[in-house]
């Protein structure tokens, strides 16, 4: 398999209509369900990275224990997000348990990083997702929905939620911008002048230095 650990994940190939699963999910619920439906192919030396749809698209599974025991998954997330072969989407556990910890997740995840987050209650609900995942993967991967942020007249209200995290951005002002912009990746690599028009100067500044602030922390 095509891997340079020197500089992070890298590409994997995957054969069409396969997902190429870490060795530590071998024999969990997550596998299991999966089995019969999609076809796995289980490989050691993966890590980060958890499952990987295609040669360039993979997924890392925050479970409930990694978000109660603390912040440690975040190594995870940035070396896949520092990694330019990958593109990342993140699955995590919410439940009753770990919902006080979701809030943290999803401003790292969606807001600091850009990247797609995904919460599920359970390794069966989680199945479901990555199956659909693959299925529109294999169909047309440039107009999968959970890759590809669509520009919608009311945006997804998490993601509003995480817009307004924003300082200087409150609800009127993130619905704009999501209108403009409808994914964080896409705001966070917006220039003041195609800000301007939205929001105004001072808020367009605010805005762009606040990602530009958080781009030097995962350069």
């Known amino acids: 398999m095509e891997r340079n650990p020197e500089h992070g994940p890298g590409p994997v190939h995957v054969p069409f209509g396969h997902i190429v699963a870490n060795e530590k999910w071998r024999g969990s619920q997550l596998a299991q369900d999966m089995q019969g439906k999609i076809k796995l192919v289980f490989e050691d030396g993966l890590a980060p990275v958890d499952f990987y749809l295609s040669t360039r698209c993979c997924i890392l599974y925050i479970k409930e224990a990694d978000l109660v025991a603390g912040n440690s998954y975040r190594k995870r997330l940035v070396r896949v997000r520092n990694s330019s072969n990958l593109q990342g989407i993140v699955i995590v556990e919410k439940t009753q348990m770990s919902e006080q910890y979701f809030p943290a997740i999803q401003k790292f995840t969606v807001l600091d990083l850009g990247m797609v987050l995904l919460p599920v209650a359970n390794q069966v609900e989680a199945s479901c997702l990555i199956?659909?995942?693959?299925?529109?993967?294999?169909?047309?991967?440039?107009?999968?929905?959970?890759?590809?942020?669509?520009?919608?007249?009311?945006?997804?209200?998490?993601?509003?939620?995480?817009?307004?995290?924003?300082?200087?951005?409150?609800?009127v002002k993130a619905s704009l911008l999501l209108q403009k912009f409808p994914s964080i990746q896409q705001l966070s690599n917006a220039a003041v002048p195609e800000l301007e028009p939205v929001v105004g100067h001072a808020a367009a500044q605010q805005i762009h230095a606040f990602f530009t602030r958080r781009g030097q922390l995962f350069s």
């Open 131 to 171: 199956i659909q995942l693959v299925l529109e993967q294999a169909k047309e991967p440039n107009k999968n929905p959970f890759l590809r942020k669509k520009q919608a007249l009311t945006p997804e209200p998490s993601l509003l939620r995480t817009v307004q995290q924003i300082p200087g951005v409150g609800k």
